[in-house]
């Protein structure tokens, strides 16, 4: 076999790391162009099988869809032992160690009657043990088990190469479960996608995939988890896609697998707890423009309440528990103690809360009670995850926005009766334009906000406060401290936009065909070689017969490898020095496909070929005139860009 640096073997363009398939397109049109030539003739499966294969991506995007499948059914199984455990956690523990019943929500009744007369000691005492056990847990074998999750699976799709130790999950899971079911104020989302997104990492890991597949069953694995516990397919998917990014911005390239894992997980869930909806609300529906003014004000609210949620949030974590001179292993149990504290007067504070949502859809709640609630499940919310604890942030924001809509609803009620919309609009696009604001997740909030209550109705209002309050009003501030930009700036995406840019450039804008080639002659002895070489410019030579055909190759290494010996020039011809086959471009090829064989021949020119005649050398294409037209092409669009 020649290994040389000119072998060349005629394979198919493989996809980049970036999952992207653009590359293929040209190869499949002719291929399915052709299956339809021959339609009418008689074929055999196998010979149908092959040709579907050459025509669709069953290699990479199908097997990448059945194991999002795979991955689809364990995060169901997942999120339910999950749901179980919590509720069972919380069933002991808040009602009958602490004697708090919280109310029912959707089709999650109440198990007992409404209770929030709480015994205090065991208020003090089961956050602090249950943030206790979560330290030593998460600090003594996975650190980055630590706080709300859903920022480690950000973290590993965009600098960890989709990688999440094993352990992650396991301890993930467990520290979570004692930490909401001990009273923390904490969500379910992140421990489920953190949970979800371990097992398609270790699936993709036992399977050596590559980085870019491993990613995508990551990402299918968050979506299964939070699509199956939340009861909301489509927001789970959304939600993976978007919360990478601290913009507008989302991976669509994982919207197939998320969408699949999503689907299949909720369907495992619902198998099991039945499909129902977080939420029951009434008849809701947008009256027209003239509420429009309502939610524009409750946009600005939604953002300077997201602002002091975020700046408490972390500012708790960096300028009080990380201070604190004392090991982070007993922090959470500080935390859990300040919960505690809080939660005497206010109990309501404590775990999710989507019961005291629901009641606030139902108006039972008043306005000063709403407006106290705000705050105290910001600076819970902070005690519990900020010291160290681990749970989610999903149900807390939804909480802090429900009960803010809430209160805005009765304010605007009461000084506008006949105008405001109703309270409970308030409620729900406050769920969703809150956490849209916080998170920068303006898609997935409206879709999973209009799961979780079983109505549509109001994708106007919320699709205005969310749109506003992510695009203007909340540009500067995350929950996710390891969301990026957008995709340019995330290292999965390293190398996609010079692709783009090399594959929109033809070789025939770039070579100067104008410039003849020196060509030499096979039956050219080594010393009128040297003659030739001496007064060219070039580094590598065509070798050619007698009729101007290419036959070989060779570069001024290959001659300085050759010099040995007094009489070498009498004894060596061109065609000794010469490498074949030899990496070829024609005038129709992208810069892309150069720049991809300059890499893997490691050479620095290559023979630019007549389409007709392969054999036939126009010139030589440097790899210095590739990169200055990409110089210049990206120059040309970064003006376009100003």
């Excluded at 206790?132 to 980055?144: D, H, K, N, Q, S």
């Excluded at 471009?585 to 023979?607: C, F, G, S, W």
């Excluded at 790899?623 to 990206?634: F, I, K, L, P, S």
Aim: hydrophobic residues 50%.
């Amino acid at each position: 076999m020649d290994l040389s640096p000119f072998a060349f073997s005629a394979v198919l363009p493989e996809t980049d790391d970036g999952g992207r398939f653009m590359c293929l397109r040209r190869h499949r049109l002719l291929a399915l162009r052709a299956a339809l030539s021959r339609w009418q003739e008689p074929v055999s499966v196998e010979a149908l099988v092959k040709q579907l294969r050459t025509i669709f991506d069953l290699e990479s995007s199908g097997r990448v869809m059945v194991y999002s499948a795979v991955v689809g059914v364990v995060s169901g199984l997942g999120a339910a032992l999950f749901y179980w455990v919590l509720n069972q956690l919380q069933e002991f523990m808040l009602g009958r160690m602490m004697g708090y019943y919280p109310p029912g929500s959707g089709s999650e009744p109440a198990t007992h009657a409404v209770q929030v007369d709480v015994v205090w000691w065991a208020v003090l005492l089961v956050p602090t043990l249950g943030g206790l056990i979560c330290g030593l847990l998460v600090y003594t074998f996975a650190p980055e088990a630590e706080g709300h999750g859903t920022d480690g699976v950000v973290k590993a799709f965009h600098r960890l190469k989709g990688v999440i130790r094993a352990r992650v999950p396991l301890i993930k899971g467990v520290a979570s479960a004692i930490t909401i079911g001990t009273g923390g104020a904490a969500g379910r989302e992140g421990p489920i996608a953190q949970i979800g997104a371990g097992f398609g990492s270790l699936l993709a890991g036992r399977l050596r995939m590559s980085d870019w597949e491993r990613r995508m069953l990551m990402m299918a694995g968050a979506a299964g988890g939070i699509g199956a516990i939340f009861r909301a397919p489509l927001g789970g998917a959304l939600f993976a896609i978007e919360v990478l990014y601290a913009s507008t911005a989302a991976e669509f390239s994982a919207v197939v697998p998320c969408v699949v894992s999503s689907v299949i997980a909720y369907s495992v869930f619902a198998g099991i707890f039945g499909p129902g909806l977080a939420f029951t609300t009434p008849d809701l529906v947008f009256h027209g423009v003239h509420e429009l003014p309502f939610y524009l004000v409750f946009a600005v609210l939604c953002s300077l309440a997201g602002y002091a949620y975020v700046w408490i949030f972390y500012g708790m974590r960096d300028r009080f528990f990380r201070r604190l001179p004392i090991p982070n292993h007993i922090k959470p149990a500080i935390g859990g103690l300040l919960l505690g504290l809080l939660a005497l007067n206010l109990p309501e504070v404590m775990a999710g809360g989507y019961g005291w949502i629901q009641q606030a859809i139902d108006g039972e709640l008043t306005f000063a009670f709403m407006a106290t609630l705000v705050v105290a499940k910001i600076l819970a919310t902070s005690f519990t995850i900020s010291s160290g604890g681990s749970g989610g942030v999903f149900a807390p924001s939804l909480f802090i926005g429900a009960m803010l809509g809430g209160a805005y609803g009765l304010l605007c009620g009461h000084l506008f009766p006949d105008l405001a919309p109703e309270h409970a609009t308030f409620v729900l696009v406050g769920m969703g334009g809150f956490f849209a604001g916080v998170a920068k997740v303006p898609r997935c909030a409206l879709v999973m906000v209009s799961e979780m209550s079983g109505s549509y109705n109001l994708l106007v209002p919320l699709m205005l406060v969310s749109v506003i309050n992510v695009a203007l009003l909340s540009q500067r501030w995350t929950l996710y401290e390891e969301q990026v930009s957008s995709l340019i700036d995330s290292p999965a995406h390293l190398g996609d936009f010079v692709v783009d840019v090399l594959e929109g450039i033809k070789i025939r804008e770039v070579y100067q065909p104008t410039k003849s080639p020196c060509l030499i002659r096979e039956d050219m002895p080594l010393s009128n070689v040297l003659h030739l070489v001496a007064a060219s410019n070039d580094s590598y030579f065509p070798v050619v017969d007698e009729s101007d055909l290419l036959v070989g190759i060779f570069s001024l290494h290959d001659i300085r490898s050759s010099l040995v010996g007094k009489d070498a020039g009498n004894l060596i011809l061109a065609s000794d020095l010469a490498t074949s086959p030899v990496a070829t471009v024609t005038p129709e090829d992208n810069l892309h496909t150069a720049m991809r064989l300059y890499a893997q021949k490691q050479i620095a020119a290559l023979p630019v070929v007549d389409p007709d005649n392969p054999r036939r050398v126009i010139c030589m294409l440097a790899r210095g005139e590739v990169v200055d037209a990409y110089d210049q092409q990206v120059s040309i669009l970064h003006g376009r860009r100003r």
